[in-house]
């Protein structure tokens, strides 16, 4: 498996989505009373993108793809990587119990743990949290979403 | 932790009162004590974009009724797009029914988007609390069009099925639905062009790519001032005082109904009756406020208010015309 | 000469001392509107809408406009900073932009920017001030079969960007494509791929998509790249070179005719004004290979282009009543508020009003300018914050501006999921662009394609009977003959040559 490289199963990643699109487009009617219906265009788009997705695997089994690229880091990295993608899922889940300010001083704190010593990181971190709330929900009245003390 | 205590004393408080009231019969003192809502600002949800024609007429509305409510609350709108303004009335149907998650709706999301059977909701799942305004639909053709008047223009289409073309602002849109109607009441056949909202429609009309649309009355107001549009009938179920000249089909056609889109307020169902009638109150009041009264006729509008009860009604008659008129005419199954 | 006259009676309204504020006013939250991802120009003017209703009609329409030109000098600063196009327009900006900014350059690009906004956008308010009525009726014309022709043309163009990779940036192109049909079919009322989801049911917003594909991914990028603590280059002034001056300024010249053309056509949209040039550059360069490295014109034709677009798109609402895109619709709803109705009588009936909103446009154009070019250098110092400090700042502020578009989490979820997709498709070595282009214009290509066949009285032939449609497609059809004879021809020396958008 190992032989296969990145590029090849990216092909295939792009190949199931084009099938995925194509069996459901056939839900769709093909044409109506106009002529072209509903579903003509997403079948005619996930066939081409087939096609395409087969072309774009066979160059990169004959590794015309050129360099392969190692799709993840190692390592510290990693741990990096992986950091950052958990403070967004975390903020986005925690948001509508503990509201705006407190999920973004979370996610903050946690991105910027690590860079500065903590207490200098709690005041940034409270800081921009305060003025991006008071930014869009006073100055822009783009209300954020608050927990039960209204913050 | 002041603001802790004072939140826990206010809920015993209210658990306390409100099994008293359960208890005894609707005494004075237990209305009154019932009276302590909103205790927060009360939020209210818009599903149509903000500047057109439902976030207007919501927003000077709340802030008309605003200065009505008791405790010196205020409502806080927002709007939620999505899915013709299903996203946003899904979620106020799942919203605990407190008074403080209201929804603002049009005809569009809470009448005919449940027909197609894409929404969790139906048309009779929430609280009606008032009804802020309805204008009518109306159909209009480029000034120098052969049709001067409705009848010229039911003989053509009479003698020319399939030719007319008239724009709406998407398929499954009060309007198509109104034109529609028509066609199935008066047996005549017209083809309609979905566009992506009234003014992309309005614009292909200008152009003359279209030969009609139907619009609302308000979205028709700046180009027949300047006279470039003209209005040959008003599809909808009120009259419409500037164009006097165009028919009222629902009183002169036997059998078409009208379809206006109509603004509204709703609260989640179960909500308290005295929370809507506070409510109400404050909605009732803020309609005839002058100063909305002017607002709203600079934008060739005027409020028309109808309380919880008869908001319920006007409701289910559409509910039920709508689904009925919409099977009939092939749009649902 | 009347016309002239009637324009200085304006500047006489637009100056007094409140008018000015409100215009500075005005410009500046149209700035940061445009600076914040997510936040737009329409939700700007929506927003400060019920403020305006205390105030005079002139000052709340001057207001309002300013908010509306203004945030399209903010939406190039993202680009060019963050590689995150803050609107659909500057998409295209990101490409030499950000690549200019990577070579300390940062201020030079928002400077051209500036300059060039400036002098497409003051242009364009000299055509609606003075040629704007028959222009805006020959726009008319365009209906829904030359809109699908102008979106054909336009789909051509980025067909024609792509280089040597010309496989994966068809796929790329593609997939946007099929983005762009989730949701209902405005022509059938179909809702498609929704998969039940109440959410999907209206489609993917671009904004969601461009922040997610460009900005998350990028930040995800840079846990690695950044690691060995990459040298930020120092800033090399605000203003292009001495030998660059002449062909960014004809750049801009091109590009204010291009934008200025395109605004005229009600519900074309500005992507295809800064596509169109973009791509025009390209043809007119001496050495294209620069391109997609940070050439200079590669940001000074395309941000000219938005911003003659937007200024022209105000010609179709004042002499014509049309509003031709969201914010438009937006402004016209103020004009009906404050008792004015917009259309030819509006010169006639109102003409001091009309000319003191033109000439107040020239006056905010000029404040946007000198706020602009010493701002390029602050804004360009943003680039010297600490990585580690400025990346999570970028995330929280993508994430609430993803959030404020719909007031919703499921965008917020949405934007991180194409943002891992982005950072996937990146270390592929996928361009990204043409998903976010294509996904602007599928819908509008399908759409005016089945409104096209439902007004044609004879089936598919309307796109050739009709002037305007059949010279655009006669146009899509020379360029593919003609690169494909050129492939041929050239062969590998020509694509390798080529950039890649």
């Known amino acids: ?151 | ?333 | 000469m009347n016309s002239l006259i009637q324009l200085l009676n304006g500047f006489e309204t637009a100056l007094t001392w409140w008018n000015l504020l409100y215009c500075l006013i005005g410009v500046s939250i149209g700035m940061l509107v445009g600076v914040m991802p997510g936040l737009g120009p329409t939700a700007g003017t929506a927003i400060l809408l019920p403020i305006t209703f205390g105030l005079e009609p002139v000052s709340a329409i001057i207001m309002l406009s300013g908010i509306f030109y203004g945030a399209m000098y903010g939406g190039t600063v993202t680009s060019v900073l963050i590689n995150t196009p803050g609107e659909a327009a500057s998409v295209i900006t990101c490409i030499d932009g950000h690549q200019m900014a990577k070579q300390g350059r940062a201020g030079t690009a928002l400077g051209i920017a500036a300059i060039g906004s400036f002098i497409g956008g003051t242009f364009a308010i000299i055509g609606l001030a003075f040629i704007g009525p028959p222009l805006a009726n020959f726009a008319l014309k365009f209906g829904p079969p030359e809109f699908f022709a102008l979106m054909l043309l336009g789909l051509m163009m980025l067909l024609g960007l792509m280089g040597q990779s010309l496989l994966k940036g068809l796929i790329a192109a593609v997939i946007g494509l099929i983005l762009s049909m989730v949701g209902m079919d405005p022509v059938s009322g179909t809702v498609r791929f929704s998969f039940h989801q109440l959410e999907l049911m209206n489609g993917f917003d671009f904004v969601i998509i461009a922040m997610g594909l460009f900005g998350v991914s990028e930040i995800l990028m840079g846990a690695e790249n950044r690691s060995d603590s990459e040298k930020i280059p120092k800033i090399k002034g605000l203003l292009p070179k001495k030998d660059e001056w002449g062909p960014a300024l004809k750049s801009i010249a091109r590009g204010t005719g291009i934008g200025f053309f395109l605004g005229l056509i009600p519900g074309a949209n500005a992507v295809i004004a800064s596509l169109v040039s973009y791509s025009a550059e390209k043809k007119f360069a001496k050495n294209p290979s620069r391109f997609g490295k940070g050439a200079i014109e590669g940001v000074a034709g395309p941000e000219t282009a938005n911003n003659a677009y937007s200024g022209a798109a105000l010609i179709p609402l004042f002499t014509l009543g049309l509003p031709s895109s969201p914010t438009v619709a937006v402004l016209l709803g103020a004009f009906i508020m404050h008792g004015l109705t917009p259309g030819p009588a509006l010169f006639q009936d109102n003409a001091n009003f009309v000319w003191a909103v033109i000439a107040s446009m020239f006056i905010g154009n000029l404040l946007l300018l000198v706020m602009n070019l010493p701002l390029a250098g602050v804004w360009a110092k943003i680039a010297l914050i600490p990585y580690k400090l400025l990346f999570p700042l970028i995330l929280i502020l993508s994430m609430v501006g993803a959030y404020s578009v719909n007031n919703s989490l499921w965008d917020v979820g949405t934007m991180i999921v194409f943002g891992v997709l982005g950072y996937f498709l990146k270390k592929l070595d996928f361009p990204l662009a043409p998903i976010v282009l294509t996904f602007v214009l599928g819908k509008s290509i399908e759409s005016s394609f089945l409104q096209s066949l439902t007004i044609s009285q004879d089936g598919f032939f309307i796109f050739f009977t009709r002037p305007i449609s059949s010279v655009l497609i006669m146009i899509t059809l020379l360029i593919i003959i003609l690169s494909i004879f050129s492939g041929i021809k050239k062969k590998r020396s020509y694509l390798a040559n080529d950039v890649e958008i």
Request: one cysteine or more; hydrophobic letters at 40%.
């Open chain 1, 1 to 151: 498996m190992r032989n296969l490289n990145a590029q090849t199963w990216a092909g295939v990643i792009i190949l199931l989505f084009g099938v995925l699109i194509l069996i459901q487009s056939f839900f769709y009617s093909y044409s109506s009373n106009l002529g072209p219906g509903p579903g003509m265009f997403p079948l005619w788009l996930s066939g081409i993108l087939i096609l395409l997705s087969i072309m774009h695997i066979v160059k990169s089994i004959k590794k015309e793809g050129g360099k392969l690229p190692r799709l993840l880091p190692k390592g510290n990295d990693l741990r990096k990587l992986l950091k950052i993608l958990s403070a967004l899922v975390g903020f986005t889940l925690l948001i509508p119990f503990v509201g705006f300010t407190i999920a973004g001083f979370i996610f903050l704190f946690i991105l910027l743990s690590g860079e500065y010593k903590w207490y200098s990181n709690a005041m940034i971190s409270i800081g921009v949290t305060a003025l991006m709330f008071w930014v869009f929900n006073g100055l822009l009245s783009v209300p954020l979403p608050v927990n039960y003390f209204g913050f």
């Open chain 2, 1 to 333: 932790m002041k603001i802790g205590r004072r939140v826990l004393s206010s809920i015993a408080l209210l658990a306390f009162v409100s099994s008293i009231s359960v208890g005894c019969a609707k005494t004075n003192t237990s209305a009154k004590a019932e009276m302590d809502y909103p205790k927060k600002p009360i939020e209210m949800t818009v599903g149509f974009a903000a500047g057109g024609m439902a976030d207007i007429v919501t927003r000077l509305s709340v802030e008309a009724a605003g200065k009505h409510l008791p405790n010196k609350q205020s409502i806080v709108v927002s709007n939620k797009l999505g899915a013709s303004g299903s996203v946003q009335l899904a979620e106020v149907f799942q919203q605990k029914p407190d008074g403080y998650k209201l929804g603002s709706v049009t005809t569009g999301n809470l009448i005919i988007q449940p027909n197609f059977g894409n929404t969790p909701y139906k048309s009779n799942d929430f609280e009606p609390v008032a009804l802020l305004n309805t204008a009518p639909n109306v159909l209009v053709v480029k000034s120098d069009a052969p049709w001067k008047t409705y009848k010229e223009w039911l003989e053509y289409v009479k003698k020319n099925p399939s030719k007319f073309t008239y724009g709406t602002a998407g398929t499954g849109d009060t309007k198509h639905v109104a034109m529609e109607t028509l066609n199935v009441t008066k047996n005549i056949k017209t083809k309609h062009v979905g566009f992506e909202g009234s003014a992309q429609s309005i614009t292909a009309l200008m152009g003359g790519h279209i030969m009609g649309a139907v619009v609302g009355l308000q979205e028709a107001m700046p180009l027949t001032q300047s006279g470039k549009i003209r209005v040959l009938a008003n599809l909808g179920s009120s009259k419409a005082d500037a164009y006097k000249d165009a028919p009222f089909l629902k009183e002169t056609e036997q059998g078409f109904p009208g379809f206006d889109t109509f603004t509204g307020i709703l609260a989640p169902k179960n909500t308290p009756k005295e929370v809507i009638k506070i409510l109400d109150e404050a909605f009732k009041k803020g309609l005839k406020d002058p100063k909305l009264i002017e607002e709203l006729k600079k934008i060739g509008t005027e409020p028309t208010y109808a309380g919880p009860e008869e908001f319920k009604k006007i409701i289910k008659t559409s509910a039920k015309t709508s689904e009925e008129i919409m099977k009939k005419a092939g749009l649902t199954k």
